[in-house]
């Protein structure tokens, strides 16, 4: 089989996954929309479940890549490496915005390959973002707060617009597609980390202009 061909495979149980959710999408409806034999799904992927694994898998070990990329970077301050990874994090959700909405969606439930992906990717992702407030709490840059609950706290930061993309469009008018959204959003963000997060709202984040690269459409 050749890549091109696994791709659009993927490509087109991603769209699925996302418009009609997992039990609502078929091997039958994914093989259409691949425009493939269904039996290629099956042999190739061992079924259904096997495609969605695949495809969790993927977006995680990019997700976690981008995590482990800030470890190598030099930074002034520990303010500066938060708000950088929470913008990386965003904008990598940004671009592969369906499939983002079909993990977290995922994620909230309990299963064996929610446990290990958790424990494999995810856990990974909060030691992160626990030794970087813990540094910044050392050194002063940061006001001390209960460690596990500012944790869960960026973790919804970084992850709100592709939980609840539908509120936000519904309610708000907000989508989370748009590269408007997302600069005000990272802006929000690093405003928070200024006034509640550091320790002297002086000494926090200079505004800088924040660029966002173009969405893709994820051969969508």
Avoid at 22 to 33: C, L, Q, S, V, W
Avoid at 49 to 61: C, H, S, T, Y
Avoid at 122 to 149: A, S
Avoid at 169 to 179: A, D, K, M, V, Y
Wanted: glycine share 4%.
């Amino acid at each position: 089989m050749s890549s091109a061909t696994k791709e659009k495979m993927l490509d087109a149980a991603m769209t699925l996954f996302h418009v009609q959710g997992y039990d609502g999408t078929t091997i039958r409806h994914i093989a259409e929309k691949a425009k493939v034999n269904v039996a290629l799904v099956s042999y190739y992927f061992g079924g259904k479940k096997g495609l969605f694994e695949e495809l969790m898998v993927r977006f995680l070990e990019g997700y976690l890549q981008k995590v482990e990329a800030q470890k190598s970077i030099s930074y002034e301050n520990e303010r500066e490496r938060l708000a950088q990874l929470i913008k990386e994090l965003l904008i990598y959700q940004q671009v592969n915005h369906h499939l983002a909405r079909v993990v977290h969606r995922e994620l909230t439930l309990d299963s064996t390959l929610v446990r290990e992906l958790m424990s494999t990717y995810l856990r990974k992702e909060k030691h992160e973002i626990e030794i970087i407030l813990k540094k910044g709490m050392k050194t002063g840059e940061f006001v001390k707060q209960p460690l596990d609950l500012l944790t869960i706290h960026i973790r919804n930061l970084i992850i709100m617009p592709y939980l609840y993309p539908h509120y936000l469009q519904e309610l708000c008018q907000l989508s989370t597609t748009e590269q408007y959204f997302m600069r005000r959003y990272i802006e929000q963000v690093n405003d928070w980390i200024n006034k509640c997060l550091c320790k002297e709202e002086g000494q926090g984040l200079k505004k800088n202009k924040i660029m966002v690269p173009l969405v893709s459409t994820e051969g969508k």
